[in-house]
């Protein structure tokens, strides 16, 4: 078990990881740059050097920083994942095409009823039965959203376990005959992650987050999901597309 500082609830590897990632976001570490050496981390954060190597080795995963052995850590110059909005927007096609391995991994889900806005947007009645589909998209080992999808339970029942088993919006619609779509609407918000999103996107609190609010239809517009994305901000470029 992690050792936690009793006053914020937080290991410490993380929060010294959390520090780090803060110091390449403003531009203490540039890309390129060697790090203060383990030691030296350690007596910032008043921490021992076994917490300073989970920390890094975490980073590292996320592809922030890389360790040259008998040399030291090193920033890595980061970039943000184009990601194309347009009338086809695909996940696992958008990651793949930009030389990541795209996975998805689902948190919850749960039957839901339509709220007068969830109805009207799925062309549902209100209080009409549906699954609530609490999902997390990541680019190699990077979180790069969390998603909440709601569908009409009538027209994909048991919307989760095959959410489970595939772990694809896409595949899951396949599933039940679907197999083109389109995005019909997009809305575009920002916000502060709170703190259930922070830990599935692995961001320290207070960064912030892109909402994509979005509703997909089939080839003869009738309403299929609607979803309410938060996208890590530092981490995804949106590019609308017209057409």
Known sequence: MSLQDASTGVALWRQVADGIERGIANGTYVAGEKLPGETE???????????????????????????ERGSGTY???????????????????IVGAGGHEPRGQLIEAADDIATRELARELGLK????????????????TPICISTTWLSAELFPDAGRVFAATRSMTKLLA?????????????????IADATDATHL???????VLVVDAIDVDTSDKPLVTKHARFAAERVEFLVENG
């Open 202 to 208: 692995d961001l320290p609190l207070g960064r912030a």
């Open 126 to 141: 209100t209080g009409a039965p549906l699954v609530r589909i609490e999902s997390v998209r990541l680019a190699d080992r």
């Open 41 to 67: 981390i350690a007596e910032t954060y008043r921490v021992n050097r076994h917490t300073v190597r989970r920390a890094l080795a975490t980073l590292a995963e996320r592809g922030m920083v890389r360790a």
């Open 75 to 93: 920033v890595e110059a980061q970039r943000r994942l184009a990601y194309p909005l347009r009338a086809r927007t695909r996940f696992s096609e």
């Open 175 to 191: 599933h039940y005959g679907i197999r083109d779509y389109r995005r019909a609407s997009t809305k575009i918000t920002a916000a």
